[in-house]
């Protein structure tokens, strides 16, 4: 076991957050009465940063009895702090618990926990989130501990059982054995005598020499579930007398419902119980989706004056905020923290400047399954809510301001989630959990709303449109002797969290990671932030900052390589000589390519190619990424990609490759095709057929190599993102003798040098 | 009224005769394993089988297809290249978010009984349904393996 992991700078900004405060919230309803808006994660703030906090810790690892149920049978039943859409943490976090259990993972039955203070196991057990590629890596101890502990409990139940000695017993898989006698009891025979006993304070997990899960592509524990329609998501919650809502939001953000004008004739359609207005939006109500949405979508609104909440203005368009950026793009900013040196002067100075501009869309989280929230006020005065989130807590304090609650009569269950990607935080007014709860206490039933995939396009929290200027000056030997970047904008921790929390000087770390905190020596660096808020809701997005800000500084840095007259390649060893890490990665990845060859080259099948190289040091983890790329009718076809990752040490290589994969996939997606255009204030792209995301005919060979460094854990949900739009950005250079500095590829078409 | 044979029960849905199939799969009938992701036939999650074609049934009014043969993900493994279908899946552990896999296996199963032993190119055109997690290589493998086991 190694010790408390590294923090990276989203761990930063998310540690100076500080733990749960409901009676913020309290003091806050009176403000944000009516359409319980939103912070993101609805958290007090301390006064002062807790910087140094430990990101996990063992604070709840001994509460054994919360997380852990061992029925007669053999089941074992464990409540996960995390929230399971795709990334395998019920799989992974219960082969921690296996491991130290000493049982059968596939005994295991995994839920996510309710709202409560036993589940908070991040920020020194303060809080809890499922993102930020965090779980495994801030609670892998906890759950070690929490498995030790219960297995030292039933090995003490099972002595007492046996009349022996404590010490004479040992453990198989699902088993306590008194090897002497040759007996053994199933732990199922166990548990509630184990139950009984004290807790032990001192249980140990075992010396890692001894894992026999821990480090192998152990099975997932959902597959068959998911793979015979069985596993059950939140859009498929039905209660006894629900009725089902469906909505229509104003065309922009920020309007409000006057008049529906042809209300008695919508109160005629077929199984529409009733209709309503709601802030922001229309609902109707009916006895099936289907019928709801065909009745709100008739609906003729009288949309009125734009309310306090945020509005989105009349002449906004992406294009324009593009250019918004630009007008920023040589202001004074804010230095993230990894400055030195004197980057403007060492640039006045330098043998050649390179200057480029680079930028990318405003992007949708596309997860599969549209948003939708199941709520049921109870007779004993409590309120259930079945809603997809990646934050239980935030969701039972909004949900109780909305319901007018005590937190505490809040029940919120977390369903499997069809993808997430940072969809299912709460990012402000517009919520299906907030409509469903205004409607079932109006109508005095169950409520399930669910949006239909165009309300959930328009209502999305997008990731932000980015943009950096990016100025390098080489030495007369083609070194690189400064760089400063300037990135105007506003990521999602600004936007949400507010610029009380940026620390001082203010620094959104979710809009500078990836230009900023990168691994090479360069002694004159500087990235600097400056402020320009999103008028449109902005959230995370897979790998946050990274998903973008790797792409121009890492296709920026090609550009550096080439007016040094360097290779791409050798020009990233020579400015990581002093990291043996950051080296081996590379030989990695080479290694795993078959050799570095930049290319063009024409390959077996005729295609004329070109290979290109990024880095990324997303989360905790690094990543190097090469990209084989042809063209063909102006597009891009990537065919193979070549991903070395360190995590520095894992806990089941198959889901950490399948996560890489994934995050792969996305990263060329959102590089190739995606992109929400504004206009008129209002998203253009409203479903797949104008919202292009990458399909099986895209889908290049994804080979991976895991790197076990021994570094600090860190995360493997994301880091496989950022790497791959540079990576396959430096190879369109190579082809076509052109960079491509704006995303997504396909706005251009690419044609051959 | 409508009269329609699902999974080899004949049930009589009590809906407007527009009303797509996919809804009232899921919420006349409580077969939620087929899903909802876009409206609009794009993106694959409610596939289904209309006499053993993939079919995307968000898009399909129900009336269209009273008296033929509906097969939802819920009697997949009735079929035995859905059964060797479902065991590939679970061998190569597919699914990640696995919200698009019930149209994937049914659009597979599809494939393989029309094509048993499909080339690269089968695949390709006949899987087109849409996956954000981007297992589309395992998918393959998936019916790779399943075609295999024939």
């Known amino acids: 076991m190694r010790g408390q992991p590294a923090m990276t700078r989203l761990d930063d900004a998310l540690a100076t957050l500080g733990p749960i405060a409901p009676r913020n919230l309290s003091r806050r309803a009176g403000l944000l009465a009516g359409f319980g808006g939103g912070l993101l994660l609805a958290i007090g703030v301390p006064p002062q940063p807790a910087r140094a906090q430990a990101m996990g810790g063992i604070a709840h690892a001994r509460k054994v009895s919360a997380y852990l149920t061992i029925q007669p049978d053999g089941r074992i039943r464990l409540l996960n702090p995390f929230a399971e859409g795709g990334q395998g943490i019920h799989t992974a976090v219960a082969q921690i618990v296996a491991e130290e259990l000493d049982a059968d993972l596939a005994a295991f039955e995994v839920t996510t926990a309710p709202a409560g203070a036993d589940y908070q196991v991040l920020f020194n057990g303060t809080r809890r989130v499922t993102g930020g590629s965090f779980s495994i890596r801030n609670s892998f101890q906890h759950f070690r501990v929490l498995g030790a502990t219960a297995r030292a409990m039933l090995v003490t139940a099972g002595a007492a059982r046996l009349g022996v000695p404590a010490a004479d017993i040992t453990t198989e898989p699902g088993f306590v054995l008194h090897a002497a006698s040759a007996r053994r009891i199933p732990y199922g025979d166990l548990a509630a005598a184990a139950a009984a006993l004290p807790v032990p304070g001192d249980a140990e997990p075992k010396s890692p020499a001894r894992f026999r899960l821990i480090g192998t592509p152990a099975r997932r524990l959902d597959t068959r579930a998911k793979s015979t329609g069985a596993a059950q998501y939140g859009i498929d919650m039905r209660v006894e007398g629900m009725l089902q809502g469906a909505i229509l939001h104003a065309p922009r953000a920020g309007a409000e419902p006057g008049e529906v004008l042809n209300e008695a004739a919508l109160k005629a359609m077929p199984g529409v119980h009733s209709v309503h207005r709601l802030p922001g939006a229309v609902a109707v109500l009916a006895d099936s989706f289907w019928r709801a949405r065909r009745a709100v979508e008739a609906a003729e609104v009288a949309w009125t004056a734009l309310s306090g909440q945020p509005v989105v203005p009349e002449d906004f368009s992406s294009d324009g905020m593009r250019e918004a950026l630009r007008a920023q793009a040589d202001a004074p900013g804010n230095p993230a923290r990894d400055a030195q040196g004197d980057a403007p002067a060492a640039l006045r100075s330098a043998a050649k400047v390179i200057t480029a501009d680079y930028d990318a869309p405003y992007l949708a989280h596309a997860q599969l399954e549209p948003p939708s929230a199941t709520v049921r006020f109870n007779a004993d005065g409590t309120l259930d809510v079945w809603t997809p989130n990646q934050a239980p807590e935030a969701f039972q304090a909004i949900a109780a301001r909305e319901a007018a609650l005590d937190a505490g009569r809040v029940r919120i269950h977390s369903p499997l989630m069809g993808g997430f990607f940072g969809r299912h935080f709460t990012y402000g007014q517009y919520h299906p959990m907030n409509q469903a709860i205004r409607l079932a206490r109006a109508v005095d039933r169950p409520v399930k709303v669910i949006w239909s995939r165009e309300e959930e396009f328009a209502r999305d929290a997008y990731r932000p449109m980015g943009f950096a200027r990016l100025r390098a000056g080489l030495d007369s030997e083609g070194r690189l002797v400064a760089l400063h970047a300037t990135v105007p904008g506003e990521g999602p921790v600004a936007k949400h969290f507010g610029g009380a929390r940026l620390g001082n000087p203010p620094l959104d770390t979710s809009a500078v990671e990836g230009v900023a905190f990168k691994p090479y020596a360069i002694p004159n660096r500087r990235v600097d932030w400056a402020h320009v808020p999103h008028p449109v809701n902005v959230g995370f997005w897979r790998s946050v900052g990274h998903s973008m800000n790797d792409f121009f500084y890492e296709a920026f840095l090609d550009e550096v390589a080439e007016a040094a007259g360097a290779d791409p390649l050798a020009f990233r060893r020579a400015h990581l000589e002093a990291s043996p890490r950051h080296q081996a990665l590379l030989d990695a990845v080479v290694d795993l390519a078959g050799g570095w060859r930049r290319g063009p080259f024409a390959a077996a099948d005729g295609t004329r190619r070109a290979r290109g190289l990024a880095m990324a040091s997303p989360f905790g983890t690094e990543v190097a990424t090469i990209a084989e790329v042809s063209l063909r009718d102006g597009e891009a076809v990537v065919h193979d990609l070549f991903v070395a990752i360190d995590p520095g040490s894992i806990v089941n290589p198959a889901i950490i490759a399948a996560q890489v994969e994934s995050a792969a996939c996305i990263g060329l997606s959102s590089a190739a095709f995606e992109e929400v255009v504004f206009e008129g204030g209002r998203p253009q792209q409203r479903n797949f057929d104008t919202y292009r995301i990458l399909t099986r005919a895209e889908m290049p060979k994804v080979h991976v190599r895991i790197v076990q460094s021994g570094a600090p854990m860190g995360g493997v949900g994301e880091p496989g993102t950022p790497g791959v739009p540079p990576a396959v950005a430096n190879a369109i250079a190579v082809l076509t003798g052109r960079r491509v500095r704006s995303l997504p590829f396909a706005r251009n078409r690419l044609g051959e040098a | ?150």
């Open chain 2, 1 to 150: 009224m409508v009269e329609i044979s699902v999974n080899g029960a004949t049930r009589r849905v009590d809906v407007e005769g527009d009303t797509p199939l996919l809804w009232v799969l899921r919420d006349t009938l409580g077969l939620t394993g087929t899903k909802y992701g876009c409206g609009v036939a794009q993106c694959g999650a409610c596939t289904v089988l209309i006499e053993g074609a993939a079919m995307r049934s968000c898009q399909l009014p129900v009336e269209s297809v009273a008296g033929q043969r509906i097969t939802t993900i819920e009697a997949i493994e009735a079929d035995p290249v859905g059964a060797r279908l479902v065991a590939a899946w679970v061998a190569l552990d597919v699914p990640q978010c696995g919200y698009c896999q019930s149209g994937q296996l049914m659009a597979a199963t599809a494939l393989l009984k029309e094509t048993p032993q499909p080339a690269e190119a089968d695949i390709a055109a006949a899987m087109t349904n849409l996956c954000r997690c981007g297992t589309y290589n395992m998918i393959a493998a998936g019916i790779r393996q399943a075609a295999d086991a024939a």
